[in-house]
């Protein structure tokens, strides 16, 4: 099996660095030579191998940057129709890409010095244990410009001086065309005759330095990066026969002539005996060396965007499809097991349950605001500053004789920042024991939010909506995706319900979060089924909001688009993300090779690409879904925070050697027996682990591990006194009893604590 090969972070950095200004999408894949996209403006770079010094790594990256930037494709066909032969060319632009680049990132200059220097003492040009004066002066000036004029061997006698500052001005393409055709004479002769002076004229094709800010809008255009465009135009006039016809061959000579792909100058063997650049092919034959023949191949993916309209189940539809089940429960028994009458008193006894809850919560919520409120005002006034109004204030009057501050002062309070809330629930099975106290913590959560005036959405993803063998099948679910290759792939069934939202009247916020607070409690009993009455034993529910598997991976995507229409929409300052999950997503390939049955190409390295911010993420194995947060991140700026709950008593111990252990040589995470020891001392103490992202290996900014009974809303008594209790007894007791209730909802607590 082919080894995995990771691209080395150094260099990626700093070539996202180098690109950061220009409209270029960089990949390393499995091939030979380096090439670039004009269309679709990628430049593809090879893998090269482990070895290979920094050095030498910036410079190929910058060297081959250069050509996608300034070589257009029109050059190397000019100069095979002028007979010019390619390796002459490729020096000459060479030394016109690297001085442009080098132009424009200073801090280049030492990578090519450096990086030449090691690749021709290492024999890449062909010179080593030869004089590079014997070579033809294509040779000579090759080696001058590749190793940035710091070569003391190389000579030019006074009539060859004059190509070398011919070279060192050129600017544009055509440019490089008049020289390489000057040179190609030039070196014709010197091959056939070597030493015999040469009569070119100099003064036809002559080039003045030119300085940047002193060109011309012409000349500024010919020297800028290559735009997404072809030379059609101009090749249409170079393809014309000798009657001013275009060519009835010019698509086959098109394809014959021109690699429309390639960032370098290369072509066809020309004329034996026309002169060549030894050390340029030597240079290219060389580089192929360096290049990774064992590694495995990298594929790149990006994310596509969604039809909302036919993924997102919004809350109006929601409450109209529970309005309708639950008429049919008591209109339509044929459909059920249970009478109407069973089915009404099930009903309303499910109602009064969750108005009991809700009342209970609302106390709490309210003593959360009124806190939230002190906090904010404490922090608030903690920043103010005061200043003078330029009235005079009458009760400082008296003070004047001996005090200059007698005027009003103006107290000014720095402005608050917009808030907002996307909270995304874990809709799979394996929630089914924990979703009862999933959705309580939410559910305070959002009232909490409609108080302070935080805008929040609440969705939950799905894969049921749209299953066969489901009733209540009413949703299209065609041309929801359209995919290409090397999209990520979602679930075809993909859904997110709309809970709530901070749109929502009071009246379709209430009914939401009943219908979501009882099928919640449905689903929960109906896998725990007690022989005793319980009304949602009974009850039933629309089948397409049952509970699937876990398209987490699917819904990270879709918010890539969500997100920043949220924060778009209400102008948010500080955004949050927060995920109540139980598990790993399930799902996570990229459609990679269409001759490959399924997604998924396990000799080949994922990479996700975020085309708003240009980046790339490792998405290979289980990175997949920490690709997707950070890329989220990263583009929106969204805090992230996650809530891994639980249901068994004991740790899980493998989730926390993903986030809090070191990477052994076998690429597998182990905890020290030190760490794994304070993680258990943590858990038994305050029963949930906490990892960030500064300290630990976790996508999240924030993770909590928790225990699904450390999330049962708690409204405990405050315990009995006793009989001559005092004010310490008596205070000590109410804190126990609040305490216990507030630490019992903790993702609100955590919410007031971002947002204070």
Known sequence: MKTKYTINQESKSYLANLLATENLEVQYKKTQTASFDVQNRVLTIPIWKKDLSEPVTDLFVAHEVGHALYTPMSLLKKAQKQKINHSIVNVVEDARIEKLIKRRYNGLRQSFIRGYKE?????????????????????????????????????????????????????????????????????????????????????????????????????????????????????????????????????????????????????????????????????????????????????????????????????????????????????????????????????????????????????????????????????????????????????????????????????????????????????????????VETTEQLVQLTMFCRKINVPYEVYAFTNCMSREGYRDIDRDNSDKVNYKLGDTRVDEDYNLIQWSSSTMNNRDFDKGLYYLYTLAKTLSDRNYRSFDYNPYSVLSYPHKYGMSSTPLNDALIHFHTLVPQFQNKYSIDKMNTILLTDGHSDRGCVRVDPTVSGWFHREKNIFIVNKKTRRQYNASGRQFTNALINSLRDQTGTKVINFYIQSRRGLDMWQHQETHGTLGQDGYRRLSPRVETLIKQQWKKDKVVIAQRDKHNTPYDEQYTINSNSMKISDEAMATPSENAKTGELKRLFSKSRNSSLQSRIVLNRFIKLVA
Not at 405 to 426: A, S, Y
Request: one cysteine or more; charged letters at 35%; proline letters at 3%.
């Open 119 to 435: 690749l021709i003492g290492k024999n890449f040009f062909g010179t080593v244990d030869k004089d590079i004066n014997d070579y033809l002066l294509i040779d000579r000036l090759n080696i001058h410009f590749k190793s940035s004029h710091v070569s003391s061997d190389v000579k030019f006698t006074d009539e060859e001086m004059k190509f070398v500052e011919m070279i060192e001005k050129l600017e544009t393409p055509e440019d490089v065309i008049k020289v390489s055709k000057k040179l190609q004479a030039y070196c014709n002769v010197e091959k056939e005759e070597k030493g015999r002076d040469q009569e070119i004229d100099f003064d036809d094709h002559s080039f003045e330095e030119v300085n940047p800010d002193e060109m011309t809008d012409e000349e500024k255009e010919n020297a800028q990066p290559v735009e997404s465009k072809d030379s059609s135009t101009e090749e249409e006039t170079d393809e014309e026969n000798e009657e001013g016809k275009p060519s009835d061959n010019k698509k086959q000579d098109s394809k014959k002539d021109e690699n429309p792909t390639s960032t370098g100058v290369s072509g066809k063997s020309d004329d034996l005996d026309q002169a060549i650049s030894e050390t340029d092919r030597s240079w290219e034959s060389q580089k192929q060396n360096l290049t990774d023949s064992e590694c495995g191949d990298n594929e790149y993916a990006y994310l596509h965007k969604f039809n909302d309209d036919k993924i997102i189940v919004p809350y109006k539809e929601v409450i109209k499809d529970f309005d309708k089940f639950f008429t049919n429960m008591v209109t339509s028994p044929e459909r059920f097991y249970q009478t109407p009458e069973d089915n009404k008193v099930a009903i309303a006894a499910s109602k009064v349950e969750y108005n009991k809850f809700k009342k209970r919560s609302l106390k709490t919520v309210m003593y959360l605001v009124k806190e939230f409120e002190q906090k904010k005002s404490a922090a608030l006034y903690a920043r103010a500053s005061s200043d003078k109004t330029g009235v005079i204030d009458p009760l400082k009057l008296h003070s004047y004789k001996y005090a200059d501050d007698v005027f009003k002062r103006l107290t000014i309070l720095p402005d608050g920042k917009n808030h907002g809330l996307m909270l995304l629930i874990d809709w799979s099975g394996s929630m089914h024991d924990k979703i």
